[in-house]
């Protein structure tokens, strides 16, 4: 089921009002309603996944237990942690990696000059959301492997966390110390929350359906062909597809955000506006930023950090952003595009500048940005759409000659959309967006912090307007995360 | 949660107010004229309605109608004569032209391109074939006087039933209290246009909406196997021959518009056979720089209009001129007073 669909509009509301009615008694109850709602809301897709979630859950439950019972046998919880990071990384590997690495090792072969028939490859479909609540469950066991967490015995308690449907396909990536507890404990509605929650799933409505969803042809045709087109529209075309996949994606998990405080629930942020961020390092820090948070703690933390020698650093932010880049998707675009991050993070990291924007954004003190602030942000901006080359293409072999096209064919023409739309509404549009974000730069958590409440209702009104301005009934709805 | 609730619906009602100012102000909506059927049983619009058809989102297609007093969208008014030179142009909403502004449609263009000549477009969204001709059939006092008629012939779609019957049940559908309303609160009329009710209609249907969405914009060619088109093309064919002998068709002044590129060698065989005119528009529109149809619709754009306008005059000049006075049409009356060139 997809948040944007006329489905959720039903399915919301109604176990909304279940939740703090009927089931309101006390929180078990509660949990059972979640656990029926996210299974509903996940088989909608495909029901035949449930066994697999449902498997997943059950061996990380399990497993949790017994990496808890040997504690004082740091060797035996090893094992088990093992055991939970074979399970879940095997699962990825079958229904995600498998025939990635078998038509790469076939490839291969073939450059050696064998010639070689791929006949092992599996007819299967990715599992929506595989990649999010694998690496969930896994921090659950990692976790408590580092004793930072003692494991549930509630088991309905456990379902309900690996399960919790408003971010369960495609984030936030929450860590059970944040997520299991509130699952935990009796919760109670608060108006703030449910207000609060409301106005973040209006926001995130729009950057998706009006965002994202009315770029999304513009960019399809340009990737799709790219052969004919002119250097500036190349160039265009990337620029929308970094505002598309920005929109698409924090408006998903905003959705999520504001879903889930509607169940008394506070989600980590994933999104704190990373189109206005000053160098690499600063972008990480604020895009996907529950990803790159999980890949800190489970990964680089544990390989060192930068607490190692300068080398093994730069070796492990290289992992890092490898594994980042794998984590996309099963090509080797993906692990490209992770390269050129880990390129691009390399020389801010040596300069010692990686935690220079951590704690403060764009103008923090100022209405205006300095000039100096505008270009690192167009530097960053460029550099990250670039990236994004290799992120959209379908092949690298498209990527390069993508690029090839931009620096060979450096001419301009006026870009006609293709279904015949007048681009300047476009062009406006990002242009409104972009300055709407800057004036709300400060806290991702509320886009509507206006003290009138006329002007918040007028943003309101504009919103729901420009939703219905740019509704498009024949686009495909679905998001761009979910196929990771 | 009461605080909640009660909240909620108020902002959403003053949104929903403020949504129905907002596409009242920019007149986001379309407007859809009524329709009836008249004692003839022809389908038609109340005359005496004049508006606006709106199309797309954001007013991309913004056209100014006319319903004359004969019930069709035209700056004209139908009063056929023995004098002078006139052509009855039926169709569906292609020749209703709701997408183009009345003092600017394809009869408009016609009349501009050959002074003198009047254009009486019946047009009207849904008509096929039998519709047409039942059409032309019922009102043939004012046919009889009228020198050239043209149908425009959509193949794929108007020629699927053998017989007309006036469609009461669409009438009573369009007059009932849900489209009234949907016609009085324009947001929801404009809510409509735009596609947003279709979502809520397939969930009442038990559809999944969002599947049949996928790759809408690249998978929308569908192949027909050659027996199941022989099949529709012989049925077609016979549909054909069973409307036109239940209601005639005057082969001396009638002919057929159509686009050979959709319409079967089979019945364009028959009417080359037959002896039927056709006018066709195919080779202007595959030889024009310039886009034919609307950005949002198949319908035709002003240049689309334009070339059909420039189509049907090559036709006459060159099918109902008098030979021993070129440029001078031929009137199906051989009325000897001349025909009026202003």
């Known amino acids: 089921m997809l948040f944007n669909s006329i489905e959720f509009l039903v399915f919301l509301p109604t176990v909304f009002l279940l939740y703090w009615t009927v089931f309101n008694k006390n929180q078990k109850y509660q949990n059972i309603l979640i656990i029926i709602a996210s299974y509903l809301f996940y088989g909608w897709w495909d029901w035949r996944f449930l066994l697999l979630i449902l498997l997943s859950t059950m061996v990380d439950y399990y497993v949790g237990q017994r990496i808890y019972s040997h504690q004082d046998k740091q060797k035996k919880a090893r094992y088990w942690l093992w055991a939970s990071m074979a399970f879940n990384l095997g699962l990825l590997g079958v229904f995600k990696y498998y025939n990635f690495f078998i038509d790469s090792f076939v490839d291969m072969v073939s450059q050696a000059g064998y010639q070689m028939r791929s006949v ?3 007819q299967i479909i990715l599992p929506v959301g595989i990649s999010f609540y694998t690496f969930q469950t896994m921090s659950y066991s990692f976790d408590i492997y580092y004793k930072k967490l003692e494991p549930t015995r509630n088991l309905i308690s456990f379902i309900a966390f690996v399960s919790f449907f408003p971010q369960l396909v495609a984030g936030p990536i929450e860590r059970a110390s944040n997520l299991l507890s509130q699952i935990d404990k009796k919760r109670s509605f608060t108006y703030e929350q449910g207000s609060s929650g409301i106005k973040l799933i209006l926001w995130g409505l729009f950057k998706k359906l009006v965002i994202a969803d009315s770029l999304a042809p513009i960019v399809d045709d340009i990737f799709a062909n790219y052969a004919s087109y002119p250097a500036s529209t190349l160039i265009m075309g990337v620029c929308l597809f970094s505002f598309q996949v920005y929109g698409d994606f924090s408006g998903y998990t905003d959705i999520a955000i504001g879903t889930a405080k509607l169940f008394g629930i506070e989600l980590m942020s994933n999104f704190k506006f990373p189109n206005f961020s000053r160098n690499i390092a600063e972008y990480w820090q604020r895009w996907h930023v529950s990803l790159s948070t999980w890949f800190r703690h489970y990964l680089y933390i544990p390989l060192g950090g930068s607490r190692v020698t300068k080398y093994k650093s730069l070796r492990n932010i290289c992992i890092i952003f490898l594994v980042s880049g794998l984590w996309h998707g099963a090509n080797w675009t993906f692990i490209i595009w992770g390269a050129l991050h880990a390129l691009f993070y390399i020389p801010v990291f040596l300069m010692g500048r990686n935690r220079t924007y951590a704690d403060n954004v764009i103008a923090e003190n100022t209405y205006l940005p300095s000039l100096k602030e505008l270009l690192q942000v167009a530097v960053t901006f460029g550099l990250v759409a670039f990236s994004r080359i290799f992120f959209r293409s379908q092949s690298v072999t498209d990527a390069f000659s993508y690029i090839n096209r931009i620096f060979t064919d450096f001419t301009f023409s006026s870009y006609v959309h293709p279904l015949g739309y007048r681009m300047f509404d476009f062009y406006l549009l990002i242009a409104l967006f972009t300055v709407y974000e800057y004036l709300i730069r ?5 886009p509507f912090k206006f003290n009138s409440r006329y002007t918040r209702l007028f943003v309101y009104t504009v919103l729901v307007m420009g939703i219905l301005l740019f509704y498009d009934d024949g686009i495909n709805r679905s998001f761009i995360y979910f196929q990771f | 949660m009461r605080k909640f609730i009660l909240k909620s619906v108020l902002y959403v009602c003053v949104i929903l107010l403020a949504l129905e100012g907002i596409v009242r102000t920019f007149h986001l909506y379309t407007e859809d004229p009524p329709r009836f059927i008249d004692e003839y049983g022809v389908e038609k619009r109340v005359p005496g309605y004049r508006g606006y058809a709106v199309t797309g989102n954001r007013n991309q297609n913004f056209s100014q109608f006319n319903i004359n007093s004969s019930g069709f969208n035209s700056a004209r008014e139908f009063a056929p004569s023995t004098r002078g030179f006139e052509i009855a142009i039926v169709g569906d909403s292609f020749i209703e032209g709701f997408h183009q502004d009345y003092r600017n449609s394809t009869g408009i263009k016609i009349e501009n391109l050959m002074p ?20 032309i059939h019922a009102y043939r006092n004012q046919f009889e006087l009228i020198d050239q008629i043209v149908i425009y012939l959509n193949y794929e779609n108007d020629l699927n039933r053998e017989t007309y019957t ?13 489209f009234r309303i949907r016609d009085h609160i324009k947001l929801l009329s404009y809510v409509s246009k735009i596609g947003i009710m279709d979502s809520f209609k397939g969930l009442a249907v038990g559809g999944n909406n969002t599947a049949a969405k996928k790759g809408a914009y690249r998978n929308n060619i569908m192949v027909e196997s ?4 022989n099949r ?54 595959e030889a024009s720089d310039e886009p034919t149809t609307l950005i949002y619709d198949a319908h035709w754009n002003d240049h689309g ?5 420039a189509e049907i005059v090559t036709f006459l000049q060159n099918n109902r001129t008098d030979p021993a006075l070129p440029g001078k049409l031929l009137t199906s009356y051989k009325d000897p007073r001349p025909i009026p060139t202003n």
């Not at chain 1, 400060?442 to 509320?446: G, Y």
């Not at chain 2, 477009?121 to 039942?134: R, S």
């Not at chain 2, 002998?245 to 159509?258: E, N, P, R, V």
């Not at chain 2, 209009?305 to 306008?309: K, V």
């Open chain 1, 120 to 122: 092992w490859t599996l």
């Open chain 1, 442 to 446: 400060k806290d991702e958590r509320n």
């Open chain 2, 116 to 135: 003198g000549v009047e254009v009486y477009k019946f047009g009207y969204a849904g008509y096929d074939l039998a519709n047409q001709l039942h059409l």
């Open chain 2, 166 to 178: 006036p469609n009461h049940q669409r009438i009573a559908m369009l007059a009932s209290p849900v």
């Open chain 2, 226 to 229: 050659e027996d199941s088109r």
């Open chain 2, 232 to 285: 529709k093309d012989s049925l077609r064919l016979e549909n054909f021959k069973r409307l036109v002998s239940q209601y005639g068709f005057d082969k001396s002044k009638t002919a057929i518009l159509l686009d050979t590129r959709k319409t079967s060698n089979v019945f364009l065989n028959f009417c080359s056979v037959e002896g039927i005119d056709i006018i066709d528009f195919a080779a202007s529109f």
């Open chain 2, 305 to 309: 209009r334009t070339l059909i306008a």
